[in-house]
Structure formats: structure tokens, C-alpha cells
């Protein structure tokens, strides 16, 4: 089992729909949480970290839920300029300090 | 300063030849990391330094060389590198890989690596 687990993807969306997506890690012992946006040929970028009471930006909501080892990322009203991959990112604790884990990311492609 | 700057953006070369690849933060972070990214995959970690120490080596072939001469700086040094280590080399930052909270990875915008 991976690390870290996301949905397949791609999503393909019009403007101005809902998208929801989902993340599951295997580790309980992880500390913190993030999703990261990457654009073609680009580098990763944080979009928000994720914290158990649920967390909000704009248009983007991230919840995490520490018992069932899930993380979800909603956008509402999705934007042309949203499409991206999106990474769910763990911190796991590891020799030393903590290892920062990559899902496999989500594409996401927002059309007109 | 919250950039993380890697030199060059792009470097072509050949079986034979030794290159390296430059990354440079000024955020007073302690922590330095370097990814290889295939296209449609996921970042994959090769080598962590905290305090300039190097901390976690994923079993990354020696034909990768990391050094890490201050703070500031890392480098990748490769030499004899396969057509299949084509990638994009991420650098990245952290504040400090001790506390979770202080694991925020800071990315550079990569070096885009072609083998011949």
C-alpha cells in the first residue's frame, strides 16, 4: 500500500462547478498536511495546509479527518486558472526529523 | 527573500561528462532537499540535509553526488549519468525538518536535466 493515496484523476470540470478530492495515508503517526498546486513544467507550490478543525481559502476548503487517515480538498466555483495537479503532501516522522510524502497528484482540467 | 533559486534551468549532457546542479536559499532555513520529477509523476525525494548534515539518502544511485557546502547552498554533482536520469531536479527548503509544523517545503522551479 502507498504512503500516500489520491484519487486517479483527471477531472474534467466546466467553470463554476464543485470539485472534490480525496487523500488517504497509511501512516498514523503523521503530524501535518498539505496540499501542493503544480502547473505544467512548473514546481510545486503550497496551496494550504490542512488542519483537523478544517480550513478555508477563498474558494478552497481543506478538511482533514485524523481517525479515518483522510484529507479532502474542495474547490468551488472552479476558475479556467485552476487547472493544475494537485499533491497531497504528509509529513511522516522518520530518523532524524520528518519526511515529507507526495500522493501522486490529481489533474484537474477546468474547461470554458 | 522566500525564493529558493536553482541554476542552470536547463542543462543537456552526455554519458561521459561530470556536470552539477546549483540550489541557493536565503531564508535562514535549515533544511535542504533534492527531488527528481518524471513526467506525470509525483516529486521523488533522493537526498535531505538538515544542518548541513545529510540526513536521508533514498538509495540514490552514486552517479548522484550530493554536497552541501553551507547553509545556503546545495549542490548535485553527476557524473556517468544514464538516458533514464532525464528528469526535473527539484530543490526545496524547509525551516526545519525537526517539527512537523516547521516542514513546510519551499520549491525552486527545477532544473530540467536531458542525458544524451
Known amino acids: 500500500r502507498k504512503e500516500v493515496e489520491q484519487d486517479p484523476g483527471p477531472f474534467n470540470v466546466p467553470e463554476g462547478a464543485t470539485v472534490a478530492f480525496n487523500c488517504t495515508y497509511s501512516?498514523?503517526?503523521?503530524?501535518?498536511f498539505f496540499w501542493y498546486r503544480q502547473d505544467c513544467r512548473k514546481e510545486p507550490k503550497l496551496l494550504m495546509s490542512?488542519?483537523?478543525s478544517g480550513n478555508e481559502d477563498g474558494r478552497f476548503t481543506a478538511q482533514l479527518n485524523r481517525a479515518s487517515q483522510y484529507i479532502s480538498l474542495l474547490i468551488r466555483d472552479s476558475k479556467l486558472s485552476d487547472s493544475a495537479t494537485y499533491l497531497c503532501?504528509?509529513?511522516?516522522?522518520?530518523?532524524?526529523?520528518?519526511?515529507?510524502?507526495f500522493g501522486a497528484g490529481t489533474r484537474l482540467f477546468v474547461k470554458a | 527573500d522566500t525564493e529558493v533559486t536553482q541554476t542552470p534551468k536547463h542543462l543537456v549532457m552526455g554519458m561521459t561528462n561530470k556536470k552539477s546542479l546549483k540550489c541557493e536559499q536565503h531564508?535562514?532555513?535549515?533544511?535542504m532537499y533534492w527531488y527528481k520529477q518524471k513526467a506525470k509523476k509525483p516529486p521523488e525525494l533522493m537526498f535531505v540535509?538538515?544542518?548541513?548534515?545529510?540526513?536521508i539518502n533514498e538509495s540514490v544511485p552514486s552517479r548522484f553526488s550530493p554536497e552541501c557546502p553551507n547553509s545556503s547552498l546545495l549542490n548535485l554533482h553527476l557524473h556517468a549519468l544514464q538516458p533514464e536520469d532525464s528528469a526535473l531536479y527539484l530543490c526545496?527548503?524547509?525551516?526545519?525538518?525537526?517539527?512537523?509544523?516547521?516542514?513546510?517545503?519551499?520549491f525552486g522551479a527545477g532544473s530540467r536535466l536531458t542525458v544524451l
Open positions: 526545496a527548503s524547509s525551516q526545519d525538518r525537526a517539527f512537523s509544523g516547521a516542514n513546510v517545503l519551499t
Open positions: 501512516n498514523s503517526a503523521s503530524q501535518s
Open positions: 490542512v488542519y483537523s
Open positions: 503532501v504528509v509529513n511522516m516522522g522518520n530518523t532524524g526529523g520528518f519526511k515529507t510524502i
Open positions: 531564508m535562514g532555513h535549515r533544511a
Open positions: 540535509y538538515s544542518y548541513e548534515k545529510l540526513s
